[in-house]
């Protein structure tokens, strides 16, 4: 199966700023359907951005629109999410995932079959 490997994540003051990433398996990744999503405990888990690396397009939660985004180096089969704004609200793990079977349509209600280890990000107010 696809590996994902996350990393970035910290602790930081409400206001600021994160970027993580996501490196991929190569085989995988250049036409793959990637998501992130985020899971606080006592919380559902959400989806908060995905992204289509063939054709670049993105697509956002509410809860980050206009906060976050997501971009990709292809030469290193990673891809990022910049988090900007942060709230407390944001704190959560965040994990890369990526769906079993990708039919073309990829959001952020695609379905997640593979993650990778997560990473904490704590925001502090």
């Known amino acids: 199966p696809v590996q994902l490997v996350e990393s970035g994540g910290r602790s930081v003051q409400a206001g600021g700023s994160l970027r993580l990433s996501c490196e991929v398996s190569r085989w995988y990744y250049d036409n793959a359907c990637l998501g992130w999503f985020r899971q606080a405990p006592g919380k559902e888990r959400e989806t908060i951005a995905a992204?289509?690396?063939?054709?670049?397009?993105?697509t956002f939660a509410d809860s980050v629109k206009g906060r976050f985004a997501i971009f990709k180096d292809n030469d290193k089969n990673t891809i990022h999410l910049q988090m900007n704004s942060l709230k407390p609200e944001d704190t959560a793990k965040y994990y890369c995932?990526?769906?079993?079977?990708?039919?073309?349509?990829?959001?952020?209600?695609?379905?997640?079959?593979?993650w990778g280890q997560g990473t904490q990000v704590t925001v502090s107010s």
């Open positions: 995932a990526a769906p079993g079977t990708y039919g073309g349509i990829c959001g952020v209600d695609s379905q997640w079959d593979y």
């Open positions: 992204i289509s690396v063939f054709s670049g397009s993105t």
